[in-house]
């Protein structure tokens, strides 16, 4: 038998077929009058002569004691026919199917009125024919085999037009593809425009420019692109002269979106060099104050150890800028500042000048000196840096912690070389920025505590929830002994459970230590196997 395919009407209908036969009952079957072993017909019960009028069909009803060979043969005649009935019902659907694709590729294609209205005529005439075949399909309890043939020959009409209007079809392809052709040259420029604008991402990238808005108009630009592109293929001129209409103002948009992007290479560029001229000159100004370090030798070694790394490096640090090399200047520029920034913890702690100004007591009710609050915001700096490690195993946004780190070192150390040039009003400037990013930082610290006590949180509920199952362990163990079935989900509970406590087991040690992404992870691991345990002892419960 051929897998059936019909629609649920045709189903049903074909049901109704089958009880009109009864199939079910098989003492009861539909046989031709003219059944018998001496005419002609009685090879082709089902077939119409035309000229004659239909021989009549009357019911015979088989006894339980006919033959077996005469309930065979009328199981086989059902079996006959709703084969052709299901071949019927399936080349129907796949002709219905062939001419909806038709149909939707020619609202697409077909430009010309011609075009159009001649594809109606054959859309029409498929309609019509589908039609046809319906009403006899569905007027008949048991077709005979003319009006099976009739049926046939409508599906070869359908055909026939469902190739008629693919010709139609290739006709307006061919016209569409000249139509297309003629604005090509609109879809190639705005092509180009957009594609080697986009070229220069990687420079942007490499220039530390932030390319969020240059990706959000990249998209936008890109969008018409390829909807143009599969118009093309579709041979769709239509949706192609729709999505020209719709890209004015988009490629500007972009161009504009990457000029935006490109001035801020040159504000980097800028930044970088001034940075890198800064630091040589704040490390050229306090190296000239070593003297006040000669009373510590080992500590003089130090600082001028530092400043020669800065002289060194800075032309370095330029050469690299003046070769498009923003990342490697940038590393220049990290280390300098950090060696200046050595610099100057060496001189306050050791310098003679320095003396009088750090363990100075500050009289209540009067206001903290600048150069107090600096030193508090250098400790602030230590302490920072120390929780970093704890930051990273907390956050999943620990990069924007040690992004603040850096802000607060860079602009600290420029505060610091003012306060020791003695531009204190300079420096106090710089003191409330520097609060701001100390501030963000203690917040960033107390969001990786909260996430460290909301996985401890999860785990006591989880490792709650776990205990009632584990300890099922005797209960369950006494009722596998007796069932074959339950001894394998119970072998599995078991292997389960002591997957359940090492992963809990993990999440606790992890939390101990302050690693919240760790213990995250082995909390949603013990999850996921205490769910796979409870399914285990579920099955064992209803064995």
């Avoid at 004659?52 to 060979?69: E, F």
């Avoid at 030798?297 to 090399?325: C, I, M, Y």
Wanted: with cysteine.
């Amino acid at each position: 038998m051929p897998k059936s395919d019909l629609t649920p009407e045709q189903e049903k209908w074909t049901e109704q077929v089958l009880k009109h036969l009864n199939l079910k009952n098989v003492d009861e079957v539909q046989l031709d009058e003219r059944h018998s072993d001496t005419t002609e017909h009685s090879n082709r019960p089902n077939e119409v002569n035309p000229g004659r009028p239909a021989a009549r069909r009357s019911r015979v009803l088989v006894s339980k004691d006919s033959t077996a060979a005469h309930q065979q043969q009328a199981a086989q005649a059902a079996e006959q026919f709703k084969a052709e009935i299901t071949q019927l019902s399936n080349r129907y659907q796949t002709l219905a199917t062939n001419a909806q694709k038709l149909d939707a590729q020619a609202r697409k294609q077909l430009v010309t009125k011609e075009h159009i209205e001649a594809f109606k005529v054959q859309v029409d005439k498929i309609s019509n024919t589908f039609k046809q075949f319906n009403k006899n399909f569905s007027g008949q309890q048991r077709p005979d085999a003319g009006t099976i043939s009739l049926l046939k020959t409508l599906l070869d009409k359908v055909q026939y037009h469902i190739g008629e209007g693919k010709k139609i079809l290739q006709q307006g392809c061919k016209h569409a593809d000249a139509m297309i052709a003629k604005e090509m040259p609109a879809v190639e420029a705005y092509q180009n425009t957009v594609e080697d604008t986009y070229k220069h991402r990687d420079e942007l990238t490499q220039w530390g420019v932030d390319t969020a808005d240059f990706d959000k108009a990249h998209r936008i630009a890109n969008l018409p692109l390829l909807r143009m592109q599969k118009a093309i293929s579709d041979h769709s001129y239509p949706g192609l002269k729709f999505m020209l209409g719709k890209i004015a103002g988009k490629k500007e948009a972009f161009v504009k979106a990457y000029d935006d992007a490109k001035e801020q290479i040159d504000r980097n560029r800028e930044d970088a060099q001034q940075r890198l001229d800064k630091t040589l000159a704040d490390a050229t100004a306090l190296n000239k104050r070593s003297s006040e370090l000669e009373h510590t030798p080992d500590v003089l070694a130090q600082f001028t150890a530092s400043f020669e790394q800065v002289a060194a490096a800075t032309p370095k640090g330029e050469q690299a800028l003046g070769r498009g090399d923003y990342q490697g200047a940038t590393a220049i520029l990290l280390d300098n500042e950090g060696a200046l920034f050595q610099m100057q913890q060496l001189w306050f702690s050791n310098a003679t000048a320095a003396d009088d100004q750090t363990d100075e007591p500050i009289e209540k009710g009067k206001p903290i000196p600048t150069h107090k609050k600096i030193q508090n915001l250098r400790r602030a700096l230590e302490q920072a840096y120390e929780r970093l490690p704890f930051i990273k195993a907390s956050l999943p946004n620990a990069h924007q912690y040690e992004a603040e780190c850096k802000s607060l070192k860079t602009l600290l150390t420029s505060a610091q070389s003012d306060l020791i040039s003695g531009k204190v009003e300079d420096a106090e400037e710089k003191v409330l920025p520097l609060r701001k990013i100390r501030f963000q930082l203690y917040s960033l610290t107390h969001k990786a505590k909260e996430q460290v006590e909301w996985v401890e949180r999860q785990l006591v509920q989880l490792q709650g929830d776990a205990k009632s199952w584990l300890d099922r362990h005797k209960d369950l163990k006494l009722i596998s002994q007796s069932d074959e079935d339950a001894k394998q989900s119970f072998d599995a509970y078991e292997k389960e459970a002591e997957n359940v406590k090492s992963h809990f087991n993990n999440a606790a040690s992890h939390i101990e230590n302050g690693k919240a992404i760790q213990a995250q992870k082995s909390v949603d691991e013990g999850m996921h196997s205490l769910k796979r345990l409870i399914a285990h002892a579920s099955d064992i419960e209803l064995d």
